[in-house]
């Protein structure tokens, strides 16, 4: 299975922009790159999704390189509640659901 | 309002003895999947179904069963054959199990061994 990569954690300043950064080096080309929240205590919540093009939501923005071995979520201006465990996973079929550990995002006031 | 509803929220199961997570949604959803995450790791799917009366085992289905009986409920029963329970269990659906449908999170059962 496709995994990917994400650095354990990340702070940021409450209303700066946030880059969180993915590398997916063996992803195939039918596999979807996307990206889930997660609160303490909480089912993860839907952020993001996409193959090749960018794409952008009220919530997020996905900027997925060329070749598509790397993939970043931006949260244009980061609140407090946006502090969460972010996941970047890679869906290849309804077994293909690979969720690391995730980036822990620190947001500081 | 739709979603998916995981009850009991906390649960605590004795040494030996079979316990049931409930997992309910009423969005319609053919695809359900169960998930296993242990404190600060990732999640681990234990099983998932594409479709009523039918299921396929995860990653780490030993010592867990499933049924779906119906589209809306995806059951899981911890049998006494899991020796390290302990871990909250998460509930997820689908439209469909193709690769473009984005997941939908119960908020999850917290299960400890007495």
């Known amino acids: 299975d496709a995994k990917t990569t994400q650095p354990n954690s990340m702070e940021s300043n409450e209303e700066e922009p946030v880059h969180l950064p993915c590398n997916h080096s063996?992803?195939?080309?039918?596999?979807?790159i996307h990206w889930y929240r997660q609160l303490p205590s909480q089912g993860p919540e839907y952020v993001i999704h996409?193959?090749?093009s960018n794409v952008n939501n009220r919530m997020a923005s996905l900027a997925i390189a060329e070749d598509r071995k790397s993939s970043t979520l931006i949260l244009h201006r980061a609140t407090l509640r946006d502090a969460a465990v972010y996941y970047c996973?890679?869906?290849?079929?309804?077994?293909?659901?690979?969720f690391g550990t995730g980036t822990r995002l620190t947001v500081i006031p | 309002d739709g979603g998916i509803t995981q009850s009991p929220k906390y649960l605590f199961r004795k040494e030996g003895q079979n316990v049931t997570l409930s997992c309910e949604q009423n969005?319609?959803?053919?695809?359900m999947y169960w998930y296993r995450q242990d404190p600060g790791q990732g999640l681990r799917l234990i099983y998932y179904?594409?479709?009523?009366?039918?299921?396929q085992k995860g990653d780490i289905a030993e010592g867990y069963s499933v049924s779906r009986e119906k589209k809306e409920s995806f059951p899981l029963t911890v049998t006494s054959a899991q020796k390290n329970p302990t871990a909250f269990y998460l509930c997820?659906?689908?439209?469909?199990?193709?690769?473009?449908?984005?997941?939908?999170f119960g908020s999850g059962t917290q299960l400890s061994v007495l």
């Open positions: 996409g193959l090749t």
């Open positions: 179904s594409q479709i009523v009366n039918d299921f």
């Open positions: 996973i890679l869906r290849g079929g309804a077994n293909n659901l690979f």
């Open positions: 969005l319609n959803h053919d695809a």
């Open positions: 997820a659906s689908s439209r469909t199990g193709g690769v473009n449908e984005k997941l939908f």
């Open positions: 063996t992803i195939s080309g039918t596999d979807y």
